[in-house]
């Protein structure tokens, strides 16, 4: 299946040399980036005027000017691309600029070194490309067959009864361990998979996996830990997935109860009554329902009350903003007495501040999960992780 390439991959190329340039655009050119080159400050103005880029290469050190002046220039013209430095000079200063560019705000990727490896360029160019149309249907298939998706897991802490909190639980997060550009995140490849009948595949894996760890953990650290899988939004019409889903657990022989179904508000907005069904029989099978992403869609009220779900997760775009926005403290306030007066518990996503783990403590939230805490790790990691993580208010 080809899905049309969105607009929005734009790439600039700031080079004083102009094979450097010529390379570089035939190389993006061909994954189907849109790009323009410029050989020096003069003509990059003149670029931007009508050109919005998602992505910039920078090479440091070009004849009369610094590199560090363009990065000032992308700052308060244009934020929102990403940035790439290029250098044959490696070391302190290629440091010090990429430092310089994350101080003033901009989205600093790290550097390539010149020579340019057509490889490095290539991962580069996949891993930040937007939306669909990189990555085909038959990639994907590929990568499935070879095993290449992986989970990562996300410790939760959860408040215990005396006021202290402990990692009880993880959620799976999916990786791709590509063979040429390294570990991917899911936004370069589920919104793809999502719309392919292989993601029931992808998610019974995750599950595989995740059962798989759980037993592990606990056979070797004797530690009894459950575990949340992401549901796609598009599974929530396969009325084999119930059934599915519980001959997975049972083959490890896991309690299902173990075993959380995270499903956003998008999904269950698609063909309610279907998802209600499905929703239903998941949860008489003992699984855990929660509703991600809580915030972001539209009619959650309704389903929250129609589904039976047993957690609501708060969307980090409300969380990150804790400590500064007071708008925020309002709607995560809410958030918390909705779910607790419906009878759920609440977790918050995206905790990466000690500040922010104080203020959702005396909140009264149920479940954190955020840098903070940890990102998510290897399965070999956590063990360790669970078992220091530590919190008791003062
Ligand atoms: P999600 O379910 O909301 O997962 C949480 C995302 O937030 C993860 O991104 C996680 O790495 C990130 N995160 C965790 N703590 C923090 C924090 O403190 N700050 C910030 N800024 N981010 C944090 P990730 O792993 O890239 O996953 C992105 C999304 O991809 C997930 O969002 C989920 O919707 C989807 N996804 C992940 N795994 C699967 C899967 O197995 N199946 C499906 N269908 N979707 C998945
Ligand atoms: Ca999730
Ligand atoms: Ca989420």
């Not at 085909?136 to 590929?142: A, G, I, Y």
């Not at 063909?271 to 998941?282: F, G, H, K, P, Q």
């Not at 009878?343 to 783990?357: H, K, M, Q, R």
């Amino acid at each position: 299946m080809n899905m049309p390439v969105e607009a929005g991959n734009n790439l600039v190329v700031i080079d004083d040399e102009p094979l450097i340039c010529e390379f570089i655009a035939d190389v993006a050119g061909s994954y189907g980036f849109e790009v323009r080159t410029c050989c020096g400050l003069g003509a990059l103005a003149e670029v931007l005027d009508d050109f919005e880029p998602s992505l910039v290469l920078l090479d440091l050190n070009m004849p009369g000017h610094d590199g560090v002046e363009v990065l000032r220039f992308f700052a308060s013209e244009h934020h929102d691309s990403s940035v790439m430095l290029m250098s044959g000079e490696g070391g302190r200063v290629l440091e010090a600029a990429l430092r310089f560019g994350q101080e003033i705000g901009l989205n600093m990727l790290g550097f390539l070194e010149k020579p340019l490896e057509l490889e490095r360029l290539e991962s580069v160019l996949y891993r930040n490309w937007r939306g669909h149309g990189l990555i085909s249907e038959d990639e994907l298939r590929l990568a499935l067959d070879q095993g290449e998706f992986l989970a990562l897991f996300q410790p939760r802490a959860h408040r215990e009864a005396d006021g202290s909190w402990r990692v009880r639980d993880v959620e799976a997060l999916i990786r791709w361990q590509h063979p040429r550009f390294g570990l991917l995140t899911p936004d370069h490849f589920i919104p793809l998979a999502e719309e392919l009948p292989m993601i029931g595949e992808m998610t019974d894996r995750m599950l595989e996996q995740s059962v798989e760890q759980i037993q592990g953990w606990q056979r070797t650290h004797g530690m009894d830990l459950g575990v949340s899988i992401n549901l796609a939004r598009t599974q929530l019409n396969d009325s084999g997935l119930p059934d599915r889903l519980l001959a997975i657990a049972q083959r490890r022989d896991v309690d299902a109860n173990r075993i959380t179904l995270e499903v956003t508000e998008r999904g269950t907005m698609r063909d309610t009554a279907a998802a209600v069904e499905i929703l239903t029989r998941c949860r008489l099978k003992q699984f855990n329902l929660a509703m991600d992403d809580f915030g972001t869609g539209f009619s959650s009220l309704t389903h929250l009350a129609q589904l039976p779900f047993n957690e609501l997760k708060i969307d980090k775009s409300f969380v990150s903003g804790l400590e500064t926005r007071s708008s925020d403290r309002v709607i995560v306030r809410s958030c918390i007495a909705l779910a607790h007066s419906l009878g759920l518990a609440v977790c918050a996503e995206g905790v990466e501040s000690a500040a922010t783990f104080q203020l959702l403590d005396r909140m009264g939230c149920d479940t954190m999960q955020g840098y903070w805490i940890s990102p998510p790790v290897r399965a070999a990691e956590i063990p360790n992780l669970a078992g220091n993580f530590r919190y008791q208010r003062l």
